[in-house]
């Protein structure tokens, strides 16, 4: 180490992943894809390959005990790892769960984690076959691992997007970061009085957004029987402005989205506008949504359009066309990632 000191935040996140592995190549043969998509590649044969994803959650940072129970935290650290394995289109098969925890937490509490992550084992059809267990000096960290299978002609990358392709997202947009300024809410409520309950009436969908997000499964599945196989897919963890910048810095092109065709749940819309929050604002730039967002064939229009889990919100161009977000009176904005940044601040 030198003597010199470089803030964190100088690289930001990504910036920071490739300072520190630029300097490692991929030795063996088997490895098709290392850093830089949802899922690593592994060849198993001429046929299939393994995926492999990895997510550490720490308490404080990526969630707050104070209203995510710890059910919920392992269902959700469970449903974000296979989500990546979706993302590459693929199928999760097993999972390895690594905790470190302080003595502040009695077996119970570990139980009702366990009690979630088998929960979603038993959702996704993943078997638990591994882990590492530690003593934290404060609070709780989860990592999972999730590997998974895909045939190798389905494998879907970040960068397989081409000129005229279609933008398609699943499901809709925004509700886990409208369901997070819910919860933080109602935790500054409690906390100035303790007493008063917390409102969360009528909005049991943005919560369930936040707390209990599904990875889309069964997304990987309407393709397969559609046999539609998308160019590129990604997992939407950061916001649709971010994930949408990765797609079109992968595969070296631009794109159009129009924000009336970015999905928006009623309850959502709702919810943001009481917050004073533009509910697309909260589509584009919130977080968590695990949601897939990829790009098929024009040929593959009238498959997609017809399926109601899926929206078209846009198609890909030239790289040198840029990535615009096109508003509701047409005006074309540049795109830039406001996603989350854990080393700002
Ligand atoms: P995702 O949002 O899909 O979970 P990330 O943005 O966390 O993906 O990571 C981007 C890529 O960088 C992935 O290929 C991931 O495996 C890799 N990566 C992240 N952190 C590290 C690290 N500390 N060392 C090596 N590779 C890393
Ligand atoms: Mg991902």
Redesign the pocket.
């Known amino acids: 180490m030198s003597d010199s000191r470089t803030e964190l935040n100088e690289l930001g ?2 910036g920071l ?1 490739d300072h ?2 630029k300097n490692f190549i991929n030795r063996n043969s088997s490895t098709i894809k ?7 590649v592994i060849k198993i044969n001429e046929d299939e390959s393994r995926l492999i ?3 550490m959650l720490i308490e404080g940072v990526h969630f707050n005990l104070m209203y995510m129970p710890l059910k919920h935290l392992g269902y959700k650290a469970v449903a974000v790892n296979v989500s ?1 394995i979706c ?1 590459m289109n693929g199928v999760a098969e097993q999972i390895t769960v690594s905790i470190a925890v302080s003595n502040r937490f009695p077996i119970e509490a570990l139980e009702e984690l366990y009690e979630g992550i088998h929960l979603a084992c038993e959702k996704y059809k993943v078997d638990l076959v591994g882990g590492d267990t530690t003593s934290s000096l404060s609070g709780l960290t989860l990592s999972i691992t999730a590997i998974g299978k895909a045939n190798n002609t389905a494998i879907t990358y970040r960068s397989g997007a081409k000129e005229f392709d279609l933008l398609v997202v699943s499901g809709d947009l925004g509700g886990a970061y409208v369901g997070l300024q819910l919860l933080e809410r109602e935790k500054e409520v409690f906390n100035a009085n303790p007493n008063i309950q917390p409102d969360l009436d009528g909005n049991d969908y943005i919560l369930q957004r936040q707390l209990k997000p599904e990875a889309r499964v069964d997304i990987i599945q309407f393709l397969k029987e559609l046999e539609v196989q998308p160019t590129s897919m ?2 939407i ?2 916001g649709l402005a971010s994930e949408i910048l990765h797609i079109c810095k992968a595969s070296k092109v631009g794109c159009h989205i129009y924000d009336e065709k970015i999905p928006v749940d009623a309850q959502t819309s709702i919810a943001a506008i009481d917050f004073n929050l533009d509910p697309h604002t909260c589509a584009l730039n919130g977080g968590e949504d695990y949601e897939l967002l990829f790009t098929v064939k024009q040929e593959d229009f009238e498959k997609v359009n017809a399926n109601p889990n899926m929206s078209i919100i846009g198609h890909i161009t030239d790289e040198k066309d840029g990535v615009y977000f096109i508003d509701k009176q047409g005006a074309a904005i540049e795109l830039t990632a406001q996603g989350w940044n854990h080393f700002k601040d």
Do not use: K, M, V
């Open positions: 996140e990504f992943i520190l592995t290392g850093i830089g998509d949802d899922a690593a994803s990895t997510d990546d993302a990604i997992d963890s950061d």
